[in-house]
């Protein structure tokens, strides 16, 4: 079964954290040092690893210690990819690892307005952020998982010192890094997630929240520097998803009203506007309401991005004055959708698989009742001709 790995960044992510976790999930620690001593800044850097905890939780510190007399270098990009180059590292470490700091140099590069080649490094260039990043690019390919999830990383709060001066967490390039990736802020009051430690999650995950079926096996703990009001550690689950996905899964936000004040002919315009606006599904239920009032329970499915302007026309468009909106996960079978030529023309027929294997199909609607009316058809005696002219083609392809 294909391996998987889930972060979950409830108290932020740095890079050492990152390889104590790896370290405490089973990564041997003699393969991480000897794949870090290929790396051309011996005497200028020492790994420790050690059992730490905080608040009780136990796990894995990891800690870069630099040299008392090691060189502070402002690194280009060029400078570190050779540096990586000359380490000989494996392809795919290799280009983990790269691409990790590309995407650093592409953010910084947004935010000073210039380009990539003429960013230089400062925190991120240092010695210890390159174990870190090159660590990870290690750990990651040792455990070699296919889905790689992740909940939202909480970033902190407060102030933090970066070559910007004093700014508000989350750092600039932190920020940059993590656009279209949830996030929560102010769970902590001092800098949770560091560049390092963004950039790591970024390149590593596959998808955001667990993936599909996940099955954890281990669960390893990496052990933060700070101290915090809850526990400053990173817990990274290793495990495994079932090879065969019966259902495609989507999460849908589910908004319900009861509605018993408005005009019955002011529905269809309503779930034609709700519709045309990114609505999923719209369906309405007869109910009856206190004091034996008949209503109609009107619900709607929609996406995160679609949910605020929905909301907004459910209120514009109908007599409704509060609405409930919770989170569903919707289970579908699988599902194709193909044009098929028949006596009547080319119509749509949509197949779906079921958890057997088996499969069945059914022509659409509206081409159904386009090819009725195009060759002087009763619908229901095109939906029979269309039907059994699509079976034996449905069932040979």
Avoid at 54 to 72: E, F, H, K
């Amino acid at each position: 079964m294909p391996t998987a790995l889930l972060y979950d960044c409830f108290s932020g992510i740095s890079g050492d954290m990152h390889i104590g976790a790896m370290l405490d999930l089973g990564v041997p620690e003699s393969m991480l040092r000897a794949q870090l001593s290929k790396l051309s800044l011996a005497g200028e850097f020492s790994l420790e690893v050690a059992p730490g905890s905080r608040m009780g939780i136990t796990g894995t510190q990891a800690t870069v210690r630099l040299a008392p007399d090691a060189a502070r270098p402002h690194r280009h990009l060029a400078n570190i990819v050779q540096i990586i180059d000359k380490a000989q590292f494996a392809a795919p470490i290799r280009r983990r690892a790269v691409g990790m700091f590309e995407s650093l140099a592409r953010a910084e590069a947004k935010i000073h307005g210039t380009t990539m080649d003429a960013i230089h490094f400062h925190e991120v260039g240092a010695t210890d952020s390159i174990v870190d990043i090159v660590g990870a690019a290690v750990c990651l390919e040792h455990l070699n998982a296919q889905f790689v999830g992740c909940t939202p990383l909480e970033l902190g709060g407060g102030m933090v010192r970066c070559e910007h001066g004093l700014m508000p967490v989350p750092a600039p390039a932190t920020a940059e890094l993590l656009t279209g990736i949830p996030c929560r802020y102010g769970g902590v009051n001092q800098e949770a997630t560091t560049p390092t430690g963004a950039v790591i999650v970024k390149e590593a995950i596959t998808q955001i929240d667990a993936p599909q079926g996940f099955t954890t096996e281990r669960v390893g703990y990496g052990i933060g520097q700070k101290e915090f009001d809850i526990p400053n550690v990173l817990r990274v689950c290793l495990g495994h998803v079932a090879e065969r996905q019966d259902y495609d899964v989507e999460t849908n936000h589910q908004v319900e009203c009861n509605i018993d004040d408005m005009s019955p002919e002011a529905f269809a315009p309503l779930l034609d506007t709700l519709f045309a606006h990114g609505a999923r599904d719209v369906f309405m239920t007869p109910i009856v309401m206190k004091k034996s009032r008949p209503g109609t329970k009107l619900t709607l499915l929609c996406g995160q991005d679609a949910l605020d302007e929905l909301l907004a026309l459910v209120f514009e468009h109908s007599t409704t004055i509060g609405v409930r909106v919770t989170q569903v996960e919707k289970r579908m079978l699988p599902r194709e959708l193909r044009t098929v030529q028949t006596s009547l023309g080319p119509v749509q027929v949509k197949t779906v698989t079921l958890p057997g294997g088996s499969q069945r199909w059914k022509p659409e609607h509206d081409d159904v009742q386009d090819a009725a009316a195009r060759n002087g058809l009763s619908y229901l005696d095109a939906a029979a001709r269309i039907q059994r002219e699509i079976d034996p083609q449905a069932k040979s392809e």
